[in-house]
T-cell receptor, first 114, second 115 residues
Framework: AQSVTQLDSHVSVSEGTPVLLRCNYS??????LFWYVQHPNKGLQLLLK??????LVKGINGFEAEFKKSETSFHLTKPSAHMSDAAEYFC????????????FGAGTRLTVKP | EAGVTQFPSHSVIEKGQTVTLRCDPI?????LYWYRRVMGKEIKFLLH????????ESGMPNNRFLAERTGGTYSTLKVQPAELEDSGVYFC?????????????FGPGTRLLVL
């Protein structure tokens, strides 16, 4: 069965500095991988997804993630943090073609300091 | 286009009472999912509807939970009787395709507190 581990429960960065949110996955098959973001009192919003096409995936709001099979990682990055990026981020893994079986990471709360 | 909506946004009830959560998916989305996040733990799948049929309810914790989707539009999740460990955030999501690369769109969640 697939699983995902988010290596940091909290990440704090200064505005304008790079963001790195780490995610490692485990999957028996070719996985689909997602990053979702949740702002306070809002629903989970899809940032980006990997589905076996290009390994470097670009998402909304300047975020991107790189699928590295050899490292079983799918880290989320952004070159320059903005105050509005403060939120909770979830890494999600799903077996190919079985999107109802999504496994969520525990979440990483990102704080952006002025 | 309206997103997934959930009602109520918050609910505080006493142990033993009944609570019904509602989810309105995006119009035209055949797939509807319920998830739950218990305090301090990860978001977990509860069940999946395709139209009005339960496709997968393997994540339902026990028979105190009953989900329905009459007519294949909105869905309700009833907890009866509620227990303390049912407290958490209940998310609903919907998607358009039955299989493949569909993206699940999430609602804001219902925050349930059982006292």
């Amino acid at each position: 069965a697939q699983s995902v581990t988010q290596l940091d429960s909290h990440v704090s960065v200064s505005e304008g500095t790079p963001v790195l949110l780490r995610c490692n996955y485990s999957s028996s098959y070719s996985p689909s991988l997602f990053w979702y973001v949740q702002h306070p009192n809002k629903g989970l919003q899809l940032l980006l997804k990997y589905t076996s096409a290009a390994t470097l995936v670009k998402g909304i709001n300047g975020f991107e993630a790189e699928f590295k099979k050899s490292e079983t990682s799918f880290h989320l990055t952004k070159p320059s943090a903005h105050m509005s990026d403060a939120a909770e981020y979830f890494c999600v893994v799903s077996d190919w073609g079985n999107n109802n079986d999504m496994r969520f990471g525990a979440g990483t709360r990102l704080t952006v300091k002025p | 286009e309206a997103g997934v909506t959930q009602f109520p946004s918050h609910s505080v009830i006493e142990k033993g009472q009944t609570v019904t959560l509602r989810c309105d998916p995006i119009s035209g989305h055949d797939n509807l999912y319920w998830y739950r996040r218990v305090m301090g733990k990860e978001i977990k799948f509860l069940l999946h509807f395709v139209k009005e049929s339960k496709q997968d309810e393997s994540g339902m914790p026990n028979n105190r939970f009953l989900a329905e989707r009459t007519g294949g539009t909105y869905s309700t999740l009833k907890v009866q009787p509620a227990e303390l460990e049912d407290s958490g955030v209940y998310f609903c999501a919907s998607s358009q395709l039955t299989r493949g690369l569909e993206t699940q769109y999430f609602g804001p969640g219902t925050r349930l507190l059982v006292l």
